[in-house]
């Protein structure tokens, strides 16, 4: 079965751009999640989806950071300003159940270099 | 507050050697507790879950609520377990936030 698929893979931008992520998890998985991981940190829930409802965004600064997913499939993550500190690779996972009880699978991510 | 904590950054062993990645939580509860693992190039993936109790790839964990360890373990490395490892928690009734460590990076040498 296909994977998880993120898009770019990689993101070169000056502070204060913008930046959109776009993920397509994989096909019938309820449970979407968009990760931040910092160089030398493990994965860092940023938001999660159950099918198109926000189920955690307590960890997303929302006063930059937004994610939406429409129709309860793929889903986009955006970064407006970016900050030198959001460097980082951005992962988005998928789970079957709408609980997220079951394996999350993971993308290939998108690296981001704020400048 | 929940935290998962791997102290070792980095774990060199030779091949044939027993290797263990160690792993402490912070959770008052009763948690779930995983072994996620990054190859070279490759995507972060499942390597095993105390729930299930089982040996992928050679590998085994046992969660010690006394010590709230979760120490992986492997009688005999292989150079092909040269990856990332990540130990990972998430809080029985949360749905589906895991909170990972900072993982450990093994590398075995032939």
């Known amino acids: 079965e296909a994977g998880v698929a993120q898009s770019p893979r990689y993101k070169i931008i000056e502070k204060r751009q913008s930046v959109a992520f776009w993920c397509n998890p994989i096909?019938?998985?309820?449970?979407l999640y968009w990760y931040q991981q910092i160089l030398g940190q493990g994965p860092k829930l940023l938001i999660q989806?159950?099918?198109?409802?926000?189920?955690?965004d307590s960890q997303l600064p929302k006063d930059r950071f937004s994610a939406e997913r429409l129709k309860g499939v793929d889903s986009t993550l955006k970064i407006q300003p970016a900050e030198l500190g959001d460097s980082a690779v951005y992962l988005c996972?998928?789970?079957?159940?709408?609980?997220?009880?079951?394996?999350?699978?993971f993308g290939p991510g998108t690296r981001l270099t704020v400048l | 507050a929940q935290r998962v904590t791997q102290p070792e950054k980095l774990l060199s062993v030779f091949k044939g050697a027993p290797v263990e990645l160690k792993c402490n939580y912070s959770?008052?509860?009763?948690?779930?507790l995983f072994w996620y693992v990054q190859y070279s190039r490759q995507r972060l993936q499942l390597l095993l879950r105390?729930?299930s109790r089982e040996s992928i790839k050679g590998f085994t964990a046992d969660l010690n609520k006394g010590e709230t360890s979760f120490h992986l373990k492997k009688p005999f490395a292989q150079e092909e377990d040269s990856a990332m490892y990540y130990c990972?928690?998430?809080?029985?009734?949360?749905?589906?936030?895991?909170?990972f460590g900072k993982g450990t990076k093994l590398s075995v040498k032939p």
């Open positions: 996972a998928s789970s079957l159940d709408p609980g997220g009880y079951n394996e999350q699978f």
């Open positions: 096909s019938g998985h309820a449970t």
């Open positions: 105390h729930i």
């Open positions: 990972a928690l998430r809080a029985r009734g949360s749905q589906g936030n895991l909170i």
């Open positions: 989806f159950q099918n198109n409802g926000v189920v955690d």
């Open positions: 959770y008052s509860g009763s948690p779930e």
